[in-house]
């Protein structure tokens, strides 16, 4: 890389460092632990107000309930019907690696707390790769089963070990192993620098900006850098005083001597650049690792320098007040510090008149005092005698100033209350509550929630977005091909490679108290009742199943899974046995049925026989009918066949006649003659 564009990248670096000069107030961590002011006077009140803690601590609670308490955190919205359950799985896989991989809850507490106390919070995300190191120990072992462990375990190292031959082995095994794991990490603001003067909360565009801490030597070997060049990270790098957080009465820490060279540390800067790299004319997004004053690049192992091209800033940010064109926000300390300062001047001045009302100064003539006077007199137990010597001793009172400083320090509380929305009314500290208007207590109620849900929206729409679009981006992209997780009572085997570039995602902060959405879904489940029992086909099984799962989160159930089925999974349904008067309403039926068809049956075989009868009846007539034709036919054929024989007869005795009559002629004829 040219020595010119190294140069450039350098006095980025050294400029964002610039960045807090004006911007951040590194005293506000102070207010909050309530450290003293420094003009504290001695024998005099030093008393200090915590107001600045007081804020922070009554709206956080309600902050992370808004966030820890929803049926889900974020939602990937799908780009069509046949993305939804895609959607859905993704969500669920962020989801899962955010409060199960990582510990979601101390994340959130953790940066949302810090916001409020110190304007601006960040978080860090990324994959890393952990070198874990674990020693075990086996007993009793057979060479087979010795063989076998040793089999599946990768770098080992074989620290003690017995036995062998025909008596069993005992080793102790130092197993080594490296793998990668996607970490969501809080760090302190002190070690965020960016470029001066940036214009939104959101880090996307930054010119330069990183994080900038103390690293062990054995951790950047770790990372694969090289030797020569960490050697000449400690050698130059500037030794800083510590930060000012840490400098607090409850937090003393002492720079400790290290025996073991792997773990000193030196000062390290992670730094996101944009540069021109190739002439292009565009500047690209460089990840640079460097040391010193931010103006010397680290170098793996290789000699090649640390600078490598990536395509996003791992880093989010958020803040609870945004300031228009400004990075950084406003905070509630920030908001309460002058009414901690101005409370704690009152209470000062209010405890220091009490004393002195209690403890007057003494007025008296010393040469009339006796010599034990001054001992007396500066001995403030309750009924110890005065011996004045016969001198008369006269008590100064102040005038009293609670009836002032009082009614100035309600006003300073609503003050606050009325800066921040934390009223004394949600958080049940209000004595004389009960007696004021339920009307108007909601009123008041809902001002403030409003304050304190516009501060969630804020951190949902800045950070939590950014972070888990961030997280979705990095599976993609990262080297996990396959992740199997139990969602919603299921196990399903995910590849996020195969994952869309998702741009649209809701975070989930409802307007509605938990109990608010909880009677909402018994009276839809009203609704849902009645709609079945007018048997309406607006309600089935799988839409009151959906209600039930819904109503059972807002109780903390993430899953109804081992209390009722989904009615999708189920197999076909069985036919029900029928109780004791459904039986006996069945064997009525059944009876009425019989007798029914008994009826039936028995009219059905009148019409039969009546039918059978008035066809044998037919029958009947018509071989009568039959009979009496072959009777005329057979009669008729008899007179015919008389008649034949009659004319037969005639013709006969008539042939006969011309016969005889022939052979009479005959004779009479002489044959010789002719």
């Not at 859905?88 to 990582?102: A, D, L, M, S, Y």
């Not at 940066?111 to 990324?126: H, P």
């Not at 929206?457 to 992740?483: N, Y």
């Not at 037969?648 to 005889?660: H, N, Y």
Request: glycine share 6%; charged share 30%.
């Amino acid at each position: 890389m040219k020595d010119s564009l190294k140069a450039d990248i350098g006095r980025l670096i050294k400029n964002a460092q610039q960045w807090s000069a004006s911007d951040i107030r590194s005293d506000l961590f102070d207010r909050y632990m309530g450290e003293p002011y420094g003009d504290e006077v001695q024998g005099r009140s030093q008393f200090v107000s915590t107001d600045v803690a007081d804020a922070v601590e009554a709206i956080l609670p309600d902050i992370m309930d808004v966030f820890t308490s929803s049926e889900g955190l974020i939602e990937f919205q799908p780009v069509g019907p046949e993305d939804e359950e895609a959607a859905r799985q993704e969500t669920g896989i962020v989801e899962h690696i955010f409060w199960q991989k990582n510990n979601g809850f101390e994340i959130l507490y953790t940066w949302f707390k810090e916001a409020l106390i110190q304007q601006n919070s960040y978080v860090q995300r990324g994959w890393v790769e952990k070198r874990r190191i674990e020693i075990e120990e086996y007993e009793d072992l057979t060479p087979d089963e010795l063989l076998t462990i040793l089999s599946e375990k990768g770098d080992y190292e074989i620290l003690e070990s017995d036995g062998g031959g025909d008596e069993p082995i005992r080793i102790k095994l130092r197993c080594t192993a490296r793998d990668k794991r996607y970490e969501v990490t809080c760090f302190p603001q002190e070690e965020f620098f960016g470029t001066p003067r940036w214009n939104k909360v959101s880090l996307e565009g930054i010119p330069c900006c990183g994080r900038r801490r103390e690293m062990e030597r054995g951790e950047l070997r770790a990372m694969g850098f090289s030797k020569a060049s960490i050697a000449k990270a400690f050698e130059e790098s500037d030794e800083d005083q510590t930060e000012d957080r840490f400098n607090t009465r409850d937090n003393q820490e002492f720079e400790e001597e290290h025996g073991d060279e792997s773990t000193e540390k030196v000062t390290v800067y992670q730094a996101f650049v944009r540069a021109d790299v190739n002439n292009d004319g565009f500047s690209e997004l460089l990840q640079v690792w460097a040391y010193g004053d931010g103006s010397q690049i680290l170098e793996w192992d290789g000699g090649k320098e640390a600078i490598d091209e990536v395509s996003c800033i791992p880093i989010s940010s958020l803040t609870p007040y945004i300031v228009p064109h400004r990075h950084i926000g406003r905070s509630v300390a920030e908001i309460v510090d002058d009414i901690q300062k101005v409370k704690t001047v009152l209470l000062r001045h209010t405890l220091d008149n009490i004393y002195l009302t209690n403890y007057a100064r003494p007025h008296f003539d010393e040469n009339m005092a006796g010599e034990n006077t001054f001992t007396d007199l500066a001995n403030p137990a309750p009924g110890a005698p005065v011996r004045t010597g016969g001198a008369e001793v006269i008590y100064n009172m102040p005038p009293s100033v609670i009836g002032t400083t009082l009614p100035l320090l309600e006003k300073f509380d609503d003050l606050k209350e009325t800066r921040t929305g934390a009223t004394r009314y949600n958080q049940g500290l209000d004595a004389d509550s009960l007696n004021k208007t339920a009307t108007g207590i909601e009123q008041i109620m809902n001002a403030s929630q409003k304050k304190t849900l516009l501060i969630a929206r804020t951190f949902a729409e800045t950070g939590l977005r950014d972070l888990f679009m961030g997280i979705h981006r990095d599976l993609r992209s990262g080297p996990m091909k396959e992740l199997a997780v139990k969602l919603n009572g299921k196990w399903v085997s995910v590849n996020p490679r195969t994952w869309k570039d998702r741009t649209d995602m809701n975070v989930a902060i409802g307007n509605n108290s938990r109990e608010q959405r909880r009677n909402g879904m018994m009276l839809l489940g009203q609704v849902q009742r009645e709609l079945m029992t007018a048997g309406s086909r607006m309600v089935n099984e799988k839409k009151v199943y959906n209600l039930t799962a819904r109503m059972m989160e807002t109780f903390g159930f993430k899953s109804i899974a081992e209390f009722m089925d989904d009615p999708d999974m189920l197999p076909p349904p069985q036919p029900q046995q029928p109780g004791l008067q459904e039986q006996l309403a069945m064997k009525q039926t059944q009876i009425m049925e019989f007798e029914a068809q008994s009826r039936a049956a028995n009219d059905k075989m009148k019409i039969e026989a009546d039918h059978q009868f008035r066809m044998a009846e037919l029958a009947l007539k018509h071989q009568e009918a039959q009979r009496k034709e072959a009777e005329t036919a057979s009669r008729m054929m008899t007179e015919q066949e008389t008649l034949d024989l009659k004319r037969k007869e005639v013709v006969m005795k008539d042939d006969l006649a011309r016969d005889q009559l022939a052979k009479e002629t005959e004779s009479a004829v002489d044959y010789g003659k002719v």
